[in-house]
């Protein structure tokens, strides 16, 4: 066990298992209530925890019909039709935890380890970087080498890998969580959103998948942890549960709980949710009990939407094509796309075997880069790149994409157009680039302000003579 924890200022387990079952179970579904909720999201307020349990529990053909309807049309009013783009990086995956889900868990001798040493990083970043990628979030299991100061290191030396016209421009950690100090330590390094999963948020539950003995069988310290990362000035939050552990609806209220906790607490809620679902993975057999069917991740995705209503929601490639295809209208707003999990596979040659023992557990999605790009294209989606928020410095409180009236329209949908720009002239294939020109062309004629609309146009022209990195 750690020794000398300090814990937020206010630090409790504001996570009450019978509370929330109580909540679950006192929801009544009756039709006008639903659509009362429904019509709260839609006016932009985000629901408390016994509205998400109502709609949770509202489960019948008609009312599921248009619970996905008003997910589908909040996210066109909130997001519009963009789709931010990045793709995972493992550092390293050795690991002092035994998480009974995970192939890097340390009981599990079979796993080939590895940390990236620092050419073998610049090789992936490069690798990235060729395939167009300018958003990272690196990955690393829980272990005394990956000391925050080696994590940032490694933050400053991808920043410093150029390419061609390649550049990483926003690197976000999915990391174990760390003592005030150590998040300081990372915020100077320049990070995006520090991620952190709370697993499963019901205490049995976490107690049966992460040993008492380990860093991580320490609930609290976990639960904690985005706590400490704001008082230490990391304003840029990802919670998330690993869904399949136990009861889904549970696991949407413990996220909705913890949203609305930071948001009180901190005045900040996360800037973005993720919901993986258990995967497959080498050396993991996980009772299937919980699993979580197509239909109620559906379902999930479309409650989280309305919930909170300004988050944003990550969907991994933990899912098939097919499956991210459906659920992308329901409110996503970032995807990774090319992913490899394997330390190392992105210098390798792409191809879409996956092998189990190098990496964290199976993905649904092997596509290219480019050809999600020319999906999401062909969908009607924007595929972004966009940066300027963090790097203009709004972040936390200040994220103007929803303070500000029209903001989308005069900032996010012009950023997202010149960043689609710069990955058409650089990497796309031919089919993609055609396809992709002339949404930014139809898009471009939506731009209701004219003067907005005149210098996009002239960024573009810009783009296409070979400058690069600008934005709004
Ligand atoms: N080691 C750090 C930690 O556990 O917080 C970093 C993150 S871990 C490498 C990334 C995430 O992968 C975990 O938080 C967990 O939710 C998820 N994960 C682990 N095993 C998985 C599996 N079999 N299927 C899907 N996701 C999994
Ligand atoms: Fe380690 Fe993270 Fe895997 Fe747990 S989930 S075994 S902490 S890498």
Redesign the pocket.
Known sequence: MQKDLVFSRNCIDFIDDAAIHQTLNAAKVDPGRVRAIIAKSMNKEALSVEETAVLLKADSPELTEEIFDAARRLKREVYGNRIVLFAPL?IG?Y?I?D?K????RRSLRSTVRKTLNETETVAQVEALEDHGHKRLIL????HPDYTPEFMAETVRLIYSVKKGHGEIRRVNI????LDHAGYKVMKNAGIGTY???Q?TYHHESYTKFHPAHTH?GNYLW?LDGLSRAFEADCDDMGI???F?LYDWRFEVLGLITHSLHLQQEYNVGPHTI?F??????HG?N?DPRYLVSDHDFKRLVAILRLAVPYTGLIM?A?ETAAIRREVMQFGVSQIDAGTRLELGGYSEKQNENQELKRE???IGDVRSLDAVIGELVKDGFIPSFCTSCYRLGRTGEHFMEYAIPGFINRFCTPNALLTLSEYLEDYASESVKQSGYQLINAELSKIPDEKVKKLVSERLVKIQNGERDLYF
């Not at 990955?139 to 829980?142: Q, R």
């Not at 993986?276 to 993975?281: I, Q, T, Y």
């Open positions: 493992y995956n690991c935890n998480c889900y995970c192939a890097f990955v690393f299991g829980e999915n990391a174990a969580p991620q952190i999963f697993e991580k976990r998330g549960a690993l399949g993720s993986p679902r258990l995967r497959p993975a993991v996980i991994t933990r964290q557990f199976s």
